[in-house]
């Protein structure tokens, strides 16, 4: 194939701006699929993506439009999936631009396009949904061309449902973005940008061809890994996967190589011929950080084997989640997780119990804290639990991340509000126009994680839009806040925290907790602890069993004596009963601010 006529182009915006709905539309446009087996977010083939209606993995598709091949990167727009469009990027020489004609430049807009611009990459704008009764295209166009600093002209009109701009969309990507670079003459390269695990073919590798050519049941050669494999099939998405007997420069197919050791294919590894191997590899891709970790533990020990195996599957899948084994003395064995953000972490989990049919319990959330000891040793701490006792800490930090938040201007007053409460310090405020404002914040990153996206979307009626870096560690004053159940700490309930805000936030833990826990035969003690001193306690009472129900009249010394040995049971009760604790338990303190 020549290159001259193949385009590698993604789609990039932020979350629900329409980039799934435009695939769509640019499928049907070109008769990739009929309408008889057109349906909406037809890349989008997770169950989890269609119910919630977001775009989770980047998918591949090409399509074929008069004499090209345009090779389609379709990518998710949310905060926490930003390393999948990162990932997308590596393979593609342009990119489309859409911006929402009713809200306009949103904050995940202007990090994905600042992705685009590191890998000098072709930027189309495309103006979205102008169908819509609130669209505001010509305000748009106009703060899209000073943004970007070029003509209106290039700017393009569409809307997807009704298959506005499509013809202009498509005449753009051929005249605009640049076809591949690759030597087909030169020894095979070709980046692995994501892959996933079958039942019957073991692991499925997607790539993007740079320079060569490959065929099938040629042998290949994994150069970070250094294991070469026999290819069985090679192939092309059209979009659902089409055998191909050669994929040359330029080209995004998949490979089939029979390979059953996951360990043996890493996302942004190089594929070359064990025959005629490449002197070097191509760059591939940062280790991403996770920045928020939980425990995910199996509610029957029986499966931990079984959740070992799909955490190995699903990581091959999303390089961006890490996992090591941990136990705990309430809940038994398990593995310390580590996402990018709380919905990632929440998907994670959705989809080990879809997936892989497991019942899992999910721990509290926390960050990862430094601890400069009085040994002048510095601890990384993801988990509570790990912290050394008070007298051995020097010093604590916590990450900071910087924040740009993006909201109307009625809801500057507000907004400022909620970043001071949560310990936000104000860097500045920037004017996009006379209707939009963007601040900025330097804000411990735990105060983020929880429910701050969330905040910003109710306080501005679904207008805010948030964008965050790491920008590192700051010293703190944190506390250590352990939860005890009738005198016995839970591992799994410890949390770390600001010590201002310990009190407030451990009496709000133990009224959720007292909500939840069910009631025992025995009166259940719920307390919140820093160290030796108790800053909050409640109780549930014990489910009282009538015992003197029989008696009618008479003595009452003889109710009186039945009184006393329930009481006597009771107590025998509390020394040797056990608090089953549900897993209502452990998600109540996601949602205590």
């Known amino acids: ?312 599957k699903l990581r091959l899948n999303d390089a961006s989640f890490v996992y090591e084994p941990e136990s705990s003395a309430s809940l038994g064995h398990g593995y310390r997780c580590g996402f990018l953000g709380l919905l990632h972490m929440d998907i994670t989990k959705e989809r080990l119990e879809r997936e892989f049919n497991l019942e899992l319990i999910i721990t509290a959330p926390s960050v990862v804290y430094k601890v400069l000891t009085t040994q002048g040793e510095i601890l990384e701490l993801d988990n509570p639990t790990k912290l050394p006792p008070v007298q051995q800490i020097e010093i604590m930090e916590e990450p900071y991340i910087r924040a740009h938040v993006m909201i109307p201007a009625t809801a500057l007053g507000v907004i400022m509000q909620l970043c001071q409460d949560r310990r936000g310090t104000y860097k500045s405020t920037e004017y996009l126009d006379a209707k939009r404002v963007m601040l900025t914040y330097e804000i411990p990153l735990s105060e983020v994680v929880m429910d701050f996206y969330d905040k910003i979307k109710s306080l501005t009626s679904g207008y805010g839009s948030l964008n965050y870096e790491f920008i590192g560690h700051k010293p703190s004053d944190l506390v250590k806040m352990d939860i005890l159940i009738n005198g016995e700490p839970i591992d799994a309930l410890a949390v770390i925290t600001w010590k201002e805000k310990a009190y407030p936030r451990g009496k709000a833990l133990v009224e959720k907790l007292k909500e939840v826990v069910p009631r025992q035969m025995f009166e259940v003690v719920i307390q919140a602890a820093i160290g030796a001193k108790i800053i909050a306690r409640d109780s549930i009472a014990a489910i009282k069993k009538n015992v003197t129900a029989k008696c009618y009249g008479g003595d009452i010394t003889r109710k009186r004596k039945l009184w006393e040995k329930q009481k006597e049971g009771k107590k025998r009760m509390k020394k040797i009963g056990k608090v089953d604790l549900p897993q209502e338990a452990f998600i109540s303190i996601l949602k205590v601010e």
């Open 1 to 312: 194939m020549d290159p001259a006529k193949i385009r590698n182009f993604s789609i990039i915006a932020h979350i629900d701006h329409g980039k799934s709905t435009l695939a769509d539309r640019l499928l049907l446009h070109t008769g990739a699929i009929s309408k008889r087996e057109f349906r909406d977010q037809i890349l989008d083939d997770m169950e989890l993506e269609r119910e919630r209606g977001i775009t989770i993995k980047a998918r591949a598709v090409r399509i074929h439009y008069k004499t090209y091949w345009l090779n389609l990167i379709d990518t998710p727009g949310h905060i926490d999936f930003t390393y999948e469009v990162s990932k997308s990027l590596a393979a593609c020489e342009g990119v489309l631009l859409l911006v929402d004609a009713g809200q306009g430049i949103q904050a995940q807009t202007v990090t994905n396009l600042y992705l685009a611009m590191e890998r000098n990459l072709t930027i189309i704008p495309i103006i979205t949904k102008i169908d819509l009764p609130t669209a505001e295209a010509e305000r748009v166009r106009d703060e899209v061309k000073d943004f970007l600093g070029m003509e209106g002209k290039d700017i393009i009109f569409s809307s997807a449902k009704t298959g506005e701009g499509t013809d202009e969309i498509l005449k753009a990507i051929i005249d605009k973005i640049p076809p591949p670079k690759g030597d087909p003459e030169k020894p095979l390269k070709a980046l692995i940008f994501d892959s996933k695990y079958d039942s019957y073919q073991g692991v499925v590798a997607y790539f993007r061809v740079f320079d060569g050519k490959l065929h099938a049941h040629e042998q290949v050669l994994m150069m970070q890994t250094k294991t070469p494999h026999e290819i069985d099939q090679i192939g092309i998405f059209n979009p659902n996967p089409e055998p191909v007997a050669e994929l040359s420069a330029g080209a995004v197919g998949y490979l089939n190589a029979n390979i059953k050791d996951i360990s043996e294919v890493k996302i942004g590894d190089t594929l070359t011929l064990a025959t005629n191997p490449a002197a070097e590899p191509l760059p591939g891709y940062q280790d991403v950080k996770p920045m928020v970790f939980c425990g995910l533990y199996p509610i029957q020990a029986r499966d931990f084997t079984l959740l070992r195996d799909a955490l190995a």
